[in-house]
């Protein structure tokens, strides 16, 4: 099993192309947002740290939980606060994939463990990882996205974009490049091209 890690910024349209990866090929894919809303969520280890360290701010719902939007809006705004979040919630997540990688490898039932996450490379997953991916979008197309799917304001995609790493250091670290500036289909080839190397790779290794 080969444990890939898939990042881009914000907007890239990531979903997209893991959800072609999920119909086309063997594989298990993990999202960390999803992850990290589970162990956020009340009576996990995580929430209790949260509610210590947030409890003044107004990003609990009534019942306890935490709301999303209002929670992004304040780490977005302060990258202080922003630390103190990833610091409670990523070493957990770290942790749980870690976990959750070595038992799809037991199992044996995929060819491939996919993680899709925005602070892949600041995290460190490039040692985890067998190896990372990029999906690279201009940021002007990001930023139309993320007008249109999401309604943010541009101060609010300036901020997000401020605090992702650069252009340089997504190549830097990242073994594959996909550019998903144009046709969708165009994207899909070049997914293709990236699994039929992989599938050779995998051949001569055995």
Not at 90 to 102: F, T
């Amino acid at each position: 099993m080969k444990f890939i890690g898939i990042t881009g910024g914000v907007g890239a349209g990531k979903s997209e192309i893991l959800h072609y990866i999920q119909e086309r090929y063997p594989a298990k894919i993990l999202l960390a947002d999803e992850l990290a809303h589970e162990l956020m969520m009340p009576g996990t280890e995580c929430y209790a740290q949260i509610r210590q360290t947030f409890g003044k701010e107004d990003i609990f719902l009534p019942q306890g939980e935490i709301e999303a939007g209002k929670l992004s809006s304040v780490i977005f705004s302060d990258s202080g606060k922003r630390m103190q979040l990833n610091e409670i919630v990523h070493p957990a997540v770290k942790k749980e994939i870690i976990k959750m990688a070595d038992q799809e490898r037991k199992k044996g039932e995929v060819s491939y463990f996919i993680l899709e996450a925005a602070l892949l490379i600041e995290e460190g997953y490039d040692k985890i990882c067998d190896e990372l991916w990029y999906i690279y979008t201009s940021k002007a197309i990001r930023r139309k996205r993320l007008k249109e799917s999401r309604g943010y304001s541009d101060a609010k995609i300036d901020a997000i974009f401020c605090s992702q790493i650069s252009e340089e250091e997504y190549r830097r670290y990242c073994k594959v490049i996909i550019d998903n500036n144009g046709p969708l289909q165009k994207t899909f080839d070049q997914i293709n091209e990236a699994f039929a190397k992989e599938h050779t790779k995998q051949k001569q290794d055995v």
